[in-house]
């Protein structure tokens, strides 16, 4: 089964506007949480990663929030942009070897 | 900047064929990795490299093996291609710690 649920599918924002992208997962010994981002033609990069010690971090445009006990995170875009327009993977791990990706949200940031 | 380089960007095989796909990690990372990537299932893990010789079994290695006989070099084997195996496959290494920088995808086609 999926270990890690992400949502939604896709999203159409305004640029200037807020993206926000959520998941959820099961296993309470994930301690490693990333989210990537995809450009069409390449591989995913690394964007921002959290710990399950801190419930927010936050990397100039990007923020992750993560709330234990709810067991979800998500990925806030603020003031998006048309380079933005990407798609995103949340993912889980706990052993740094073994990661569970979410099925990605395809963003469109309209100018 | 770590480079992860993939030997085809696309490739179209038939069926039965022995399939190679090739990477290789200019870091001197430890770990490799290999992952198919399929729209709605996100990225899964196949393989995963440890050490030169060493793996571990993914998610769904049925229908695949990997050898790696230097640390920079892990290929992924088909044995005889099938058409549930056309996807993207992705390659990615790490050092220590959780980060991992993946290569730009091969396009695989099975006729």
């Known amino acids: 089964q999926q270990q890690v649920k992400q949502s939604p599918q896709s999203l159409i924002v305004q640029k200037g506007g807020i993206s926000i992208i959520n998941c959820a997962y099961e296993?309470?010994?994930?301690?490693?949480f990333p989210w990537y981002q995809q450009f069409p033609g390449k591989g995913p990069a690394l964007l921002i990663a959290?710990?399950?010690?801190?419930s927010e971090k936050k990397e100039g445009r990007f923020t992750i929030s993560f709330n234990k006990s709810a067991k979800q995170f998500s990925l806030h875009i603020m003031d998006s942009q048309p380079g933005d327009s990407a798609t995103y993977f949340c993912?889980?791990?706990?052993?740094?070897?073994?990661?569970?990706f979410g099925t990605g949200t395809s963003l469109t940031v309209i100018p | 900047d770590v480079k992860v380089t993939q030997s085809s960007r696309y490739l179209v095989k038939r069926t039965g064929e022995k399939v190679f796909l090739e990477c290789v990690q200019d870091?001197?990372?430890?770990?490799m990795f290999w992952y198919r990537q399929d729209p709605g299932l996100g990225l899964r893990l196949i393989y995963f490299?440890?050490?030169?010789?060493?793996?571990e079994k993914g998610d769904i290695p049925e229908g695949y093996s990997v050898s790696r006989e230097k640390k920079e070099r892990f290929s992924l084997i088909l044995e005889s291609a099938s058409t549930n195996q056309t996807s993207m496959y992705l390659c990615?290494?790490?050092?220590?710690?959780?980060?991992?920088?993946f290569g730009p995808g091969t396009r695989l086609t099975v006729l």
């Open positions: 959290i710990r399950p010690d801190v």
């Open positions: 296993n309470t010994a994930f301690d490693y």
């Open positions: 870091m001197d990372h430890e770990n």
């Open positions: 993912a889980a791990s706990s052993t740094g070897n073994q990661f569970y």
């Open positions: 990615a290494s790490r050092v220590t710690g959780y980060e991992q920088f």
């Open positions: 490299s440890y050490d030169v010789k060493m793996k």
